[in-house]
């Protein structure tokens, strides 16, 4: 079945970068997306790239799609404490219905 | 900024009593979606909701479970007879269109003893 696999931690020093990886098996996903975790709080969309896009750029965060690998990298520049949380990786699935499915999510610690 | 609400925050219940989970959607969103997350689990899709009638489901989404737009602002989740394994954060999400972009909320954390 359709599967979306990341590292579980990662861990950085404050002003350095970012790259949390995540590879996924369905391919005719139309959108990928990360979403950031903060303790108890939900799901918030960070960024999301369209399938047909290589990279995407957003103020600190920049997204890497290799889709002949099946590849997904969000990378966060000059990372701050504040970015401390679980990053999770999703694809859309072949359904396209809205049906997302989920990576294990990727602890972020950033040291002072 | 919008944003998905969902009450009650946490929601302890007894093995065998039904739950109703709610959530208001973004307020020009047209799809509405559960999800749930069994702690130390990956985050897994139950149910998709559109016009009235639900589009997808997944195999989690029995017979126990149900959804439901009362009226035009609310969506909500019925689990009938809660088992210990129904034990989870519940998320309700919407977007704008299908398979567009999905807006999560902060969750109901279901305890069921």
């Known amino acids: 079945g359709e599967d979306v696999e990341q590292s579980l931690f990662l861990s950085v020093r404050e002003g350095d970068s970012s790259v949390i990886n995540c590879t996924y098996t369905d391919s005719s996903s139309t959108y990928l997306y990360w979403y950031k975790q903060e303790p108890g709080a939900g799901l918030q969309l960070l960024t999301y790239?369209?399938?047909?896009?290589d990279m995407k750029q957003d103020q600190r965060l920049t997204v890497l799609l290799n889709k002949k690998d099946k590849h997904l990298s969000l990378r966060i520049a000059d990372t701050q404490t504040g970015d401390s949380a679980i990053y999770f990786c999703?694809?859309?699935?072949?359904?396209?219905?809205?049906?997302?499915?989920f990576g294990q999510g990727t602890t972020l610690q950033v040291k002072p | 900024e919008p944003e998905v609400t969902q009450t009650p925050s946490h929601q302890v219940t007894q093995m065998g009593q039904e739950v109703i989970l709610r959530c208001v959607p973004i307020?020009?969103?047209?799809?509405f979606y559960w999800y749930r997350q069994i702690l130390g689990q990956k985050v897994e899709f139950l149910v998709s909701?559109?016009?009235?009638?639900?589009?997808?489901k997944s195999e989690i989404f029995d017979d126990q479970f149900s959804v439901e737009r009362p009226d035009g602002s609310n969506f909500t989740l019925k689990i009938r007879s809660t088992k210990l394994e129904d034990s989870a954060m519940y998320f309700c999400?919407?977007?704008?269109?299908?398979?567009?972009?999905?807006?999560f909320g902060s969750g109901t954390q279901l305890s069921v003893l």
């Open positions: 909701f559109y016009n009235n009638e639900i589009s997808e």
């Open positions: 999703a694809s859309g699935g072949s359904s396209n219905t809205g049906k997302l499915i």
């Open positions: 790239i369209f399938s047909n896009m």
């Open positions: 307020s020009n969103h047209l799809y």
């Open positions: 999400a919407s977007s704008p269109g299908q398979a567009e972009k999905l807006f």
